[in-house]
């Protein structure tokens, strides 16, 4: 699976969407009231597919689903009804599963948790949220660290790690999507960066050793997103709109 072939594909898609969904919803001129508000808004359920070489050599690898704790809170900045910016910050849980061989029974799930901050812009129907196309940036930082070994189905090895040298402590990534009424959407995001830290060094033995030296990890998520209103917040004035 080409990863970044396939993410390009996706964001030209979704902009030819976004530019349609604009194009054909014709309103009345409004003025706007523009100051930034909060929302409730973060990833739900996450599907990871990991890439992994080692030495050159793919290693097979599972799908990851997850959905707890994936976490967020948003805000906002509408520029106008067709063009925000918003940033945040989310918690979520991200990992790769790593199988062996076909005559070894072993597989190798290792995940962190992760605290980030997204910076992206919206482009679309942005105060009625009927359909929007969004893309951006993030960084995560890796606060917790867990693995967890199987062989034939058991479980024979777990540990969990505090901010771990496992993994690099800050994570960037890309990501695109697009979103509908009430506040539901897609999202892809890819990470570009390893999800090893080549550098980590652990000694066995009194022998100094480098696992994640020779290994290439790559991430790509395919999320369904939410972004609400914060009920807690009664004035809602930023979607006031005033007819001319």
């Known amino acids: ?21 604009q194009d054909t919803t014709a309103q009345k001129p409004t003025k706007l009231h523009q100051h930034v508000y909060p929302s409730i808004g973060g990833d739900g359920p ?11 050599e793919h290693v097979s690898t599972a799908p990851r689903f997850t959905l707890f704790f994936n976490m967020g809170r948003n805000y906002n900045y509408d520029f106008s009804k067709w063009m925000g910016v918003f940033s945040g910050i989310n918690i979520k849980n991200i990992g790769i599963i790593t199988k062996g061989s ?10 962190v948790y992760t605290l980030g901050v997204p910076f992206g812009i919206k482009i ?19 606060f917790n660290y867990k693995e967890k070994q199987f062989v ?21 990534s890309l990501f695109a999507g697009f979103r509908f009424y009430p506040g539901i959407g897609l999202k892809v995001q890819y ?12 000694t066995i033995a009194g ?35 005033i007819r001319n």
């Open 1 to 21: 699976m080409n990863i970044k072939t396939s993410l390009f594909t996706l964001v030209c898609c979704l902009c030819q969407l976004a530019v349609f969904a």
């Open 191 to 202: 990470y570009p960066n390893d999800f090893f830290n080549k550098n980590y060094k652990e």
């Open 124 to 142: 679309g129907d942005v105060r009625g949220q009927n359909f929007f196309f969004f893309l951006g940036g993030q960084y995560d930082l890796a």
């Open 152 to 172: 034939d189905g058991k479980k024979v090895k777990k540990f969990n790690e505090w901010f771990s040298d496992r993994t690099p402590l800050l994570m960037p």
């Open 207 to 241: 022998v100094a050793t480098y696992p994640y030296r020779n290994v290439a990890s790559k991430m790509f998520l395919v999320t369904l997103t939410y972004d609400f209103r914060d009920p807690f917040i009664k004035n809602y004035g930023h979607f006031k709109m």
């Open 102 to 111: 076909d005559t070894l029974d072993i597989k190798l799930k290792r995940r």
């Open 46 to 56: 996450i599907l990871t597919f990991g890439d992994v070489k080692y030495g050159g």
